[in-house]
């Protein structure tokens, strides 16, 4: 009867210890899935800032001087020099708090604007249409896990960016 008592206590203590092993570990493990999918879905809402930036660009005034660039004096294939801004030098502040309704931490200075001729539609097209890209390069987001242990808690979301060509507003009667 004692044997078994001594068994018992000597097994507990190895539970004790198995679990102070395995614990952190797998709170470690918890952790970094949660801070992966955060990861994700500020990357996603970024994504979909860029997303509303563009249309905002292309629906309303340029936020930038455009008067250098004539598309119509142009044939479809000729290089046209595209016009880029950065926000940074802009006042792109209508477009930047469209874009920070859906992703809130977003750096003005990280969002470029770029505006180019497009030659979709036919080829006699008297009016071309504009493209517009919207990019957000270098911004970072901070990491909950990494600043915990007292290690840099910042990555850099890679770079990237979304295009939309505005609308010909005007219709083509043929001769």
């Known amino acids: 009867m004692v044997s078994k008592l001594l068994r018992r206590r000597k097994q507990g203590g190895a539970t004790m210890v198995e679990m102070a092993i395995t614990l952190p570990l797998f709170l470690i493990l918890v952790f970094g899935i949660f801070e992966f999918a955060l990861v994700i879905f500020s ?17 309303n005034d340029s936020v930038t001087d455009l008067s250098g660039m004539d598309c119509s004096t142009h044939a479809p294939g000729a290089e046209v020099t595209p016009v880029t801004a950065s926000c940074a030098d802009e006042d ?26 497009s030659f979709t539609g036919f080829s006699d097209n008297p ?28 990555l850099t979301l890679p770079s990237f960016a ?13 001769p």
């Open 43 to 59: 990357f996603t809402r970024a994504v979909e800032a860029t997303r509303a930036g563009v249309r905002y660009a292309i629906v």
């Open 92 to 117: 792109c502040s209508a477009m930047i708090t469209r874009m920070q309704s859906l992703y809130p931490v977003l750096d003005g200075d990280n969002v470029r604007v770029v505006y180019e001729c």
């Open 162 to 174: 979304s295009t939309r060509t505005s609308e010909d507003m005007h219709t083509y009667v043929g």
């Open 127 to 154: 009016n071309p249409v504009m493209q517009v890209t919207i990019s957000i390069e270098g911004q970072e987001h901070s990491l909950m896990l990494p600043g915990l242990m007292g290690l840099d808690s910042t």
